[in-house]
């Protein structure tokens, strides 16, 4: 399982707000189906083998709302997201 673990910054409407954010993929449940990186390209890329993957950049991108989408988006449920 991929596993990043990162300090996020969300300079929301209230003002900057700082955050651990974990972004998992389950890779025994993973078939592949891009939907990660078509809903958040990016946070979600994708391996030589087809399989989703964590962008290189994409604590930049984290708090992005589309992440949440991402998890939902995926047919097999193999997104995590923790906010810490």
Request: charged fraction near 25%.
């Amino acid at each position: 399982m991929a596993c990043a673990h990162t300090p996020v910054r969300d300079f929301g409407r209230d003002g900057p707000d700082v955050s651990e954010t974990k972004i998992s993929i389950d890779h025994t449940l993973c078939i592949g189906s891009g939907m990660c990186a078509l809903t958040a390209p990016r946070v979600f890329g994708s391996d030589d083998d087809g399989f989703g993957e964590l962008a290189p950049d994409w604590q930049s991108a984290a708090g992005d709302p589309m992440v949440k989408e991402a998890v939902r988006a995926c047919p097999v449920q193999a997104i995590r997201v923790d906010a810490g």
